[in-house]
């Protein structure tokens, strides 16, 4: 069963501590991605792996931390010094970073902190 | 500033009825346009992609247009059904060196029986 598998479904913190979410894919593919997803607004890119033990910082990187340890893998460290954490987390992969690959979304995880 | 706008923001309609959702672009250097379908709580499923050479495209009942002149992108929607019921998400990639995908905020639709 291929896809992108992304878990915890839900996630609540306190302020203050870290949480990693998880990530994981069997497609063979080189690139991976942690987008943010707010109400009304559209998916902001925080971190993007082009190939194993690289990662780049997206547009709304601060407050994030990553690692490319594995093809498959790519997990997000969402820190107490993201300023606003409560979000919907979606983590996406592509064959290589090009435009004519699509790219393909896990289900996501909606982090609650209070 | 790359931006990717859609409108309306919502719409309901009666089942089996058509609607097209519309999706403005400045984002520059154009490389395509895809529409994303995302139900409640999902992550988002593509359903098509055009390049800048390509007018239209369908997917089954959902057939996207593209007028690069003009920067604007439609997704008509025929006899909709209530599984139709999601966000649909217009999205342009920009191309080049680090492939950016710009996303619109998505145009929530209800479909009613």
């Known amino acids: 069963d291929g896809g992108i598998t992304q878990s915890p479904k839900y996630l609540f913190r306190k302020e203050g501590q870290n949480v990693t979410l998880s990530c994981e894919q069997n497609?063979?593919?080189?690139?991976m991605y942690w987008y943010r997803q707010d109400p009304g607004q559209g998916l902001r890119l925080i971190y993007y792996?082009?190939?194993?033990?690289?990662?780049q910082k997206g547009d709304i990187a601060e407050g994030y931390s990553v690692s490319r340890e594995k093809k498959e893998s790519f997990p997000l460290t969402v820190t107490s010094a993201q300023k606003n954490p409560t979000a919907f987390y979606l983590c996406?992969?592509?064959?290589?970073?090009?435009?004519?690959?699509?790219?393909?979304f896990g289900p996501g995880t909606r982090l609650t902190v209070t | 500033k790359n931006q990717v706008e859609q409108s309306p923001q919502s719409l309901i309609i009666l089942e089996g009825k058509n609607c097209t959702l519309q999706?403005?672009?400045?984002?520059?250097?154009?490389?395509?346009l895809r529409w994303y379908k995302q139900d409640t709580g999902r992550g988002p499923v593509s359903l098509t992609i055009?390049?800048?050479?390509?007018n239209t495209k369908s997917n089954g009942r959902y057939t996207a247009t593209l007028d690069a002149d003009t920067k604007q992108s439609s997704l008509h929607i025929t006899a909709s059904q209530l599984s139709d019921s999601a966000s649909y998400i217009c999205v342009v990639s920009t191309g080049g060196y680090g492939n950016k995908l710009v996303f619109g905020a998505g145009t929530i639709l209800r479909v009613k029986s």
């Open positions: 996406a992969s592509s064959v290589r970073q090009v435009p004519t690959y699509e790219q393909y």
């Open positions: 055009m390049t800048f050479s390509e």
């Open positions: 792996s082009q190939i194993v033990n690289d990662f």
């Open positions: 999706c403005n672009y400045t984002v520059s250097p154009f490389s395509n």
């Open positions: 497609l063979n593919h080189d690139a």
